[in-house]
């Protein structure tokens, strides 16, 4: 069947839009991981007018690539199944755009050939295609990640086999997810001596999906590597710590319930997982041309509000421990801004919030809604 997106039509296998097809892979649900994906490009070149060239090393259908090529970039679109690559070739000559077509497995093409972005879009861990995207990309790369369960602690040895971290399965899965993501990228490219700079990150149902730029050099690649450290989590009170370090020294015990169930985890990235400059860019280039501008935007303005913090609370969890109602969330969060300190949502969650605050401040400092 015959689907447009954004300003392209293409052909995918099948006749419903909604099933995942087998032979050649379509995901409807993904157009706002693609939408985002031509706004951050565009962004991008805002900012650096030299780059033209953009490698989408899994490509399918084609989709993210000929939406690439239509936005202008020189694009390279490389799969390994072959009937893949033949629909890819027919997506693009039925759209007109010039676009190189490519059956060869993704490193082997990265390592013998270079482009500015480099776009990994794979079925589950992108680890293994990480080295040869970090160490080759000159500008940007574009990152999904859709397995989850090992990146947030919830398949422990999976995550600490695949990401060299011990991911903890705490409450806040998305933020542990995304910054064990990160944490990995970020030691990845340092073996390059090259630093990885977090453009544009978030948490989307079932992935997580990164925007990382570069800057060359040792001493930058061991800067990047300062925003890595660990946490300490009492799965009991919920008290929560971070440490910027290698050699981790927290207490065996809770430091404020006294209890001996805390997990220690980590390399996390602690740093922030977005550039809010960046985001100014990328919000400037969102425009009807793009399939579901609305879906973005909402987005990056979510994104963009977010504070730091590398952990998240969720209010109707807390409340529940409180045996009290939750409460409209922009109250919640004004009380917690009134007793003086910073709060925001999180963009992953309606539910979940952002604060340095502690349960107890947060108790003490909602209590009267
Ligand atoms: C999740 S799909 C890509 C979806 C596509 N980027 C999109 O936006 O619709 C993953 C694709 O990676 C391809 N693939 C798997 N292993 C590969 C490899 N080693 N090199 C290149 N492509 C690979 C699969 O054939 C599949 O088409
Ligand atoms: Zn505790």
């Given at each position: ?314 209010q ?10 939750a409460s409209a969330m922009d109250d919640f969060l004004d ?34 809604l």
């Amino acid at each position: 069947m015959r689907v447009t997106e954004g300003s392209v039509e293409i052909d995918i296998p099948g006749t419903s839009q909604e099933e995942i097809e087998e032979d050649v892979f379509y995901n409807p649900n993904q157009v706002l991981n693609r939408d985002l994906t031509i706004a951050v490009l565009r962004a991008y070149r805002d900012v650096n007018s030299n780059a033209s060239t953009y490698l989408d090393a899994m490509a399918a259908s084609g989709i993210r690539g000929i939406r690439a090529a239509a936005e202008g970039w020189d694009a390279t679109l490389c799969d390994t199944n072959p009937e893949a690559v033949s629909l890819c070739k027919q997506n693009l000559a039925h759209n007109d755009l010039e676009g190189t077509v490519v059956h060869k497995d993704a490193n082997a093409h990265i390592h013998q050939h270079s482009y500015d972005v480099i776009d990994i879009d794979p079925f589950g861990s992108p680890i293994p295609f990480a080295d040869a995207a970090l160490s080759n990309a000159h500008d940007l790369v574009c990152i999904t990640a859709t397995d989850t369960a090992p990146l947030c602690g919830a398949h422990f040895n999976a995550g600490i086999r695949r990401y060299d971290s011990v991911p903890r399965n705490t409450e806040f899965h998305p933020e542990v997810g995304l910054r064990t993501l990160i944490s990995t990228l970020a030691r990845t490219a340092a073996r390059y001596d090259r630093a990885i700079q977090p453009l544009l990150s978030h948490s989307t149902r079932h992935y997580h999906r990164v925007y990382l730029a570069f800057e060359d050099g040792a001493q930058v690649a061991d800067s990047a590597l300062e925003n890595l450290g660990y946490l300490l989590y009492c799965p009991e009170c919920l008290y929560r710590e971070t440490q910027y370090t290698r050699f981790p020294s927290f207490s065996d015990e809770c430091p404020n319930c006294e209890s001996e169930q805390t997990v220690i985890g980590g390399p996390l990235w602690l740093a922030e997982t977005t550039d809010s400059e960046f985001t100014t860019r990328v919000q400037q280039r969102i425009d009807e041309s793009l399939e579901d501008p609305d879906n973005v935007s909402t987005l990056i303005e979510s994104v963009d509000d977010e504070i730091t913090t590398p952990t998240h609370y969720d209010q109707h969890k807390l409340c529940q421990r409180w045996s009290r109602p939750a409460s409209a969330m922009d109250d919640f969060l004004d009380a917690i801004r009134d007793a003086g300190y910073q709060a925001s949502r999180a963009h992953y969650s309606g539910t979940a919030f952002k604060t340095p605050a502690t349960v107890t401040e947060i108790r003490k400092a909602t209590k009267s809604l």
